[in-house]
């Protein structure tokens, strides 16, 4: 036998004992060594397409489902929690605010939750107590109840939690939850300690009670109990592929029992957060969820009840955060038309004196006249320092009388009657309105607020309101509409008390409304001057539906008290509801003036706007 044959038997021989061979003699082909799949960011978030919106609902599961709808694009992973569940829905609210995800109400026969899962794409779910998942399609979902321990549920999403305890019921939960600190989620049985321990070990906690409890109703729920244990444990038992979920549905769970736990959720990381964006939520406990997704998308969440220009610390931090894109939570902020344009009001941050964008609220304490002539009151007995020192003087006197904030004010008489038709024919001075700006603008460095008053003879009193327009775009300015000076065409002045009809007023209000709007200035305080009824006619008909503006009847007669007690009750007879209301204390016509304690004492109702002249 031949070398050559004797070495390939040799090999023949080893083959046959190893069940291989290769005779390749090119290099070998290396397998890839498989490489874990990169963290996914736990959502998509972006801001919403309008500048301001209106999620108009009461109901906790549409809140949610429209906050998560108007900020996220796609979801890994959402926080899922029983709707009537205090405890629990307050858990899912501080997980997704801590971890970026989206948070979200279960309910029995509840279709909505379902597409908004679908929508966002989402690949598992985080359960917080016994959610139902009846109404799920649960195909390939993977199912992660939420563990008590903090660290575990952060290792879980991707990020590092701190549980604190939950706060105790009948508080106000959506405070709390604004109160806690990045990472922070609510956890039970947790001491709140900063090294991230949920405080548990010796403590006995409400899931060992209610196993205690179990374990006393006999043998057949201890049966039950282990076979649940069981299923559970063979659920979570890893898989080949960590990230896979199981193929076959979650089937339903009753109320009182937590899902099963179903494959396990892929590496998840932080979510970019949005920029610029925030949510104006009310005081309602329905919104608490939804509140928990607007902190996960990163907005910034202010509180308020009711009209945002109302609220001065809203005002304030909505017009420092100058804000890109504005989410309004709940019905009590009005339609979303009313929401947009008092959200953008607020939005200016523009204050007015006294705080925030209403005159209502408030009451006043003004000096009337004109800085062109001594002759028509106090207000132009002195300089403008002067005059501005001396409405602070007067004003002071009011504030120990009363819990109410009272802010010095100027009524400035721009037009004036006059016995003369002049070149117009109108039986009216208009003087320049240039003349008025030194003393509004020191007025509202001095934080006291200014009533232009019109007094227009034959000239309608929008025609000569257009003509100051300009003044109008103070934020502090106001107007008065004095009908005593208002003419028809062939009457002059002291030969009759002059009227207006309350068409024509109606039309002020609505072009001052409008101006009011459309510039997003703060609401304007409309008076009309009144000490006979005659003066408005049907009264009964002025438009009260505009809260660009707020209307005060402002009673102006002079004489002795009783007479003036009796003018004002006459007044207040079927008067319009949510007008303001003003008494003049006349310096020299009165007998006697009231003092500040008379007036606020023995006028009722209590005054909204005094003045002097």
């Known amino acids: 036998m031949s070398l050559l044959a004797a070495l390939l ?26 490489t874990e799949e990169p963290a996914r960011p736990i959502a998509d978030a972006r801001a919403p397409d309008a500048a301001y919106s ?17 900020y996220l694009v796609g979801a890994q992973v959402a926080v899922l929690a029983p709707q009537d569940d205090r405890d629990a829905v307050l858990r899912a609210a501080s997980i997704a605010a801590a971890s970026g995800a989206p948070a979200l109400l279960s309910s029995p026969d509840d279709a909505t939750l379902d597409v908004e899962l679908l929508r966002l794409g989402v690949v598992g779910v985080v359960t917080v107590g016994a959610v139902d998942l009846d109404a799920i399609d649960t195909t390939s979902l993977i199912v992660a109840p939420a563990p008590d321990d903090a660290a575990e549920l952060g290792a879980m999403l991707g990020t590092s939690l701190t549980g604190v305890p939950l706060p105790e019921p ?48 006999g043998s057949d729920a201890e049966g039950t109990e282990d076979a649940e244990n069981s299923e559970a444990t063979d659920a979570t038992e890893p898989a080949d592929d960590a990230s896979a979920a199981s193929t076959e549905p979650v089937t339903g769970t009753s109320p009182a029992q937590e899902p099963t736990a179903v494959g396990e959720l892929p590496a998840l990381t932080a979510a970019k957060p949005v920029e610029d964006s925030v949510v104006i939520a009310g005081r309602d406990q329905a919104q608490l969820t939804a509140i928990g997704t607007a902190l996960a998308v990163g907005a910034d969440v202010l509180r308020t009840t009711g009209d945002p220009r109302a609220d001065e610390a809203l005002v304030e931090s909505l017009g420092a955060a100058d804000p890109s894109s504005v989410v309004g939570l709940g019905t009590a902020m009005g339609d979303e038309e009313t929401f947009t344009w008092r959200a953008q009001t607020a939005a200016t941050g523009t204050q007015l004196p006294g705080g925030a964008q209403l005159v209502t609220g408030k009451r006043y304490v003004a000096l009337y ?39 010095p004010a100027l009524e400035i008489i721009v037009t004036v009657a006059s016995s003369s038709a002049g070149d117009d024919g109108d039986y009216s001075n208009e003087w320049d309105p240039e003349t008025f700006v030194p003393l509004i603008e020191a007025a509202a460095d001095a934080g006291q607020y200014v ?36 003419l028809k065409p062939d009457q002059v002045h002291l030969q009759q008390i002059g009227s207006v009809a309350t068409s024509e007023v109606n039309e002020v209000i609505e072009y001052v409304a409008d101006y009011v709007r459309e510039n997003q200035l703060p609401q304007k305080l409309v008076v009309l001057h ?33 007479a003036k007690q009796a003018t004002w009750r006459t007044l207040h007879e079927d008067a319009p509801e949510g007008v303001m209301w003003g008494w003049k204390n006349f310096v020299d016509e009165d007998s006697p003036m009231l003092t500040p304690e008379q007036t606020y004492r023995g006028v009722d109702p209590v005054p909204d706007f005094v003045s002097y002249q």
């Open 369 to 407: 006249g004109s800085p062109v002539t001594p002759s028509l009151g106090l207000l132009g007995e002195q300089g403008v320092d002067e005059t501005i020192d001396r409405a602070e003087r007067y004003a002071a006197r009011y504030r120990s009388l009363t819990e109410d904030t009272v802010v």
């Open 9 to 34: 038997a040799l090999v023949l021989l080893v083959a046959g004992c190893s069940g291989t061979v290769d005779l390749d003699t090119e290099d070998p082909v290396v397998s890839p060594t498989p």
């Open 54 to 70: 209106l999620i108009p609902a009461t109901d906790p599961a549409e809140l949610a489902i429209g906050v998560s709808r108007a």
């Open 170 to 217: 009948g508080g106000d939960d959506v405070a709390a939850l604004l109160d806690l600190a990045d990472g922070e989620v609510f956890a039970p049985g947790a001491s709140g300690g900063s090294d991230g321990s949920d405080g548990s070990e010796g403590e006995s906690t409400e899931d060992e009670s209610t196993e205690d409890q179990a374990g006393t109703e």
């Open 451 to 486: 009533v232009l008053d019109f007094q227009p003879g034959r000239s309608s009193f929008l025609e000569q309101v257009h003509e100051y327009e300009e003044l109008l775009a103070y934020p502090h300015v106001g107007i008065a509409l004095d009908p005593e000076w208002r």
């Open 530 to 562: 009144q000490f006979q009824l005659r003066m408005i006619t049907d009264r009964q008909d002025l438009d009260t539906s505009r809260s660009e503006v707020a209307l005060l009847i402002h009673a102006d007669g002079q004489g002795s008290q009783g």
